[in-house]
């Protein structure tokens, strides 16, 4: 019973997933985005010595036996990169997806029950879109420690409160269709109607989301590392080797800017592949600018914040 918004543009929406490359620099993106991904998944697999060995001198510079020099302590930077950003990602993975999906419930119960529910659901939701993001994180990680199943979960409700307000913007225009009214008029229970008639016609804002949320996770967990709330010394990790290293850039800038640019290139990668897939699944704006409104109207309650 369920219906897309638009159903002529069903079977053709499926061919333009597939020719997602074709929107903007979606192409690009999901290279760049993949690239990174590899270096994070294959370097452990690749480096030419292990992340704890010391190779040299601090901050030697680039040689035969150190193709990007060594770190603070001498260790090799180019090993340390391709076994310090499987953390970060599967980390970023874990809390993107449980906050989307949090949040996501959260949206389309609001968006559908309405009411009271609704009511509750949101204020609740915005009392903790006041807190600024990176404050929350730090609060809770510097009281509760800095254990990663306590990252995934405090990036997780960051990030659920912003998706919800997405997701009810979306859930609201779907109930009003004809087929949930029909649903609704043959005595299909509430639930149901919530799972297998409204979730699948607000997909495509929560896609842009998916994205849009995991990069944030990115920058907030490298963030976190780089204060010294994520993974400990001598642990290989991207946001702790920016903090570690910042002081040898005048000799060695390569352990910083690496990790840099490494996370700037996924960010970015990421966010064009996303755009470009939400618009490739209808063929047109509609997905992306449903999921940009309601991230104003999340940015107007105070979602974004330093």
Not at 100 to 116: D, E, P, S
Not at 189 to 217: C, D, H, Q, W
């Amino acid at each position: 019973m369920a219906a897309i918004l638009d159903p002529a543009e069903g079977p053709a929406a499926k061919g333009r997933l597939r020719r997602a490359g074709a929107y903007g620099l979606g192409g690009a993106g999901s290279a760049l985005a993949a690239a990174v991904v590899l270096v994070a998944l294959v370097g452990p697999l690749v480096a030419p010595a292990s992340p704890t060995e010391f190779v040299g001198i601090p901050f030697q510079r680039p040689s035969a036996t150190a193709w990007l020099g060594t770190d603070i302590l001498g260790r090799d930077v180019l090993s340390r990169v391709l076994c310090g950003g499987s953390g970060t990602l599967g980390l970023a993975a874990a809390a993107t997806l449980l906050g989307v999906v949090g949040g996501g419930l959260l949206g389309l119960a609001a968006g559908y029950v309405k009411g009271m529910a609704d009511e509750i659901i949101m204020r609740l939701l915005d009392v903790a879109l006041a807190f600024p993001q990176t404050v929350l994180a730090l609060l809770f990680v510097s009281l509760l420690g800095s254990a990663p199943w306590l990252i995934v979960l405090v990036v997780a409700a960051i990030h659920a409160p912003q998706v919800a307000r997405v997701a009810r913007t979306a859930a609201l225009a779907v109930a009003e269709e004809d087929f949930v009214r029909f649903a609704e008029a043959i005595g299909m229970a509430r639930a149901k109607i919530m799972v297998s008639e409204i979730s699948p016609n607000i997909l495509g804002p929560l896609l842009v989301e998916l994205g849009l949320r995991f990069t944030y996770s990115i920058a907030i967990i490298a963030g976190l590392s780089f204060l010294g709330f994520g993974p400990q010394p001598p642990t290989p990790d991207w946001g702790l080797m920016i903090n570690e290293n910042r002081i040898g850039l005048a000799s060695n800038p390569w352990p910083v800017a690496v990790p840099i640019l490494l996370i700037a290139a996924l960010t970015i990668g990421t966010n064009l592949l996303t755009e470009s897939v939400a618009r490739a699944a209808l063929g047109r704006g509609e997905v992306a600018g449903a999921a940009l409104a309601g991230a104003k109207d999340a940015a107007k309650a105070g979602e974004i914040r330093a």
